[in-house]
């Protein structure tokens, strides 16, 4: 029996964009719903982030109600 190959499994719809957010370079505080200053400085980030559309359409199409988002609060979401 030869070697057997191993796949490279992962959820690509999820993963290839996550991989490319601006988001990882910063304190996950920023981002995970706290002050509205923290808001503030993860929007910065967003702005200029290559993935803030799938960024938005993850956070709007899973229906999350924390955090920022696609530089978007929850309630800018609603
Ligand atoms: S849009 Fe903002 S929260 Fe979303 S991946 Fe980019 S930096 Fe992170």
Same mark, same amino acid.
């Given at each position: 029996?030869?070697? @057997?190959?191993?796949?490279? @499994?992962? &959820?690509?719809?999820? &993963?290839?964009?996550? +991989?490319?957010?601006?988001?990882?370079?910063? *304190?996950?505080?920023?981002?995970?719903?706290? %002050?509205? @200053?923290?808001? @503030?400085?993860?929007?910065?980030?967003? &702005?200029?982030? *290559?993935? +803030?559309?799938?960024?938005?359409?993850?956070?709007?199409?899973? !229906?999350? %109600?924390? !955090?920022?988002?696609?530089?978007? %609060? *929850?309630?800018? +979401?609603?």
């Amino acid at each position: 029996m030869g070697p @057997q190959k191993k796949k490279f @499994q992962r &959820n690509v719809s999820y &993963n290839d964009w996550i +991989r490319r957010a601006a988001c990882v370079e910063y *304190p996950p505080e920023w981002f995970l719903g706290g %002050t509205a @200053q923290d808001h @503030q400085h993860a929007v910065r980030v967003c &702005n200029v982030c *290559p993935v +803030r559309q799938e960024c938005l359409d993850e956070a709007v199409g899973s !229906g999350l %109600t924390w !955090g920022t988002w696609g530089g978007t %609060t *929850p309630a800018e +979401r609603a």
